[in-house]
C-alpha cells in the first residue's frame, strides 16, 4: 500500500513559481514511476509530467514544456514538480500519482496509487 501526500500549492502571480512537493509513504518508492496530472474546474483530468523509477525518463505535456521540471529523490521517498513561468491557465489542483510496470506513463487510467491533491492558483 502507498499513500500519498502532496504540498507546495498556493496562490501566485502570473510569471511567478512554484514548487510542489509529493511525500510517499511504503517501503518500494524507488520502484514506482510517479506522475503529476491537474485537474481545473470544469475540465477533465489531464497528463503534466511523469518520471521513470530512476529518474532517467521524463515525459512533459506540450503544454508545460520548458517551463516546468519534474525531479526525484528516491531517498527521501519525494518527487517534485518545478513550476516556473506560471501562467493562468496552469490554475488547477495537482495530483500525485504511482505506480510501477507503466506502458504508458501519460495515461491516468494507468495509475492506481493517487494523492488528494494540492490547489495551484495563478493570477493574472
Known amino acids: 500500500q502507498v499513500q500519498l501526500v502532496e504540498s507546495g500549492g498556493g496562490l501566485v502571480q502570473a510569471g511567478g513559481s512554484l514548487r510542489l512537493s509529493c511525500t510517499a509513504s511504503?517501503?518500494?518508492?524507488?520502484?514506482?514511476?510517479m506522475g503529476w496530472f491537474r485537474q481545473a474546474p470544469g475540465k477533465e483530468r489531464e497528463f503534466v509530467a511523469a518520471i521513470r523509477s530512476s529518474g532517467s525518463t521524463t515525459y512533459y505535456a506540450d503544454s508545460v514544456k520548458g517551463r516546468f521540471t519534474i525531479s526525484r529523490d528516491n531517498a527521501k521517498n519525494r518527487v517534485y514538480l518545478q513550476m516556473n513561468s506560471l501562467k493562468p491557465e496552469d490554475t488547477a489542483v495537482y495530483y500525485c500519482?504511482?505506480?510501477?510496470?507503466?506502458?504508458?506513463?501519460?495515461?491516468?487510467?494507468?495509475?492506481?496509487?493517487w494523492g488528494q491533491g494540492t490547489q495551484v492558483t495563478v493570477s493574472s
Open positions: 500519482a504511482a505506480d510501477y510496470g507503466l506502458a504508458t506513463p501519460t495515461r491516468d487510467l494507468e495509475y492506481y496509487y
Open positions: 511504503g517501503r518500494f518508492f524507488s520502484s514506482y514511476t
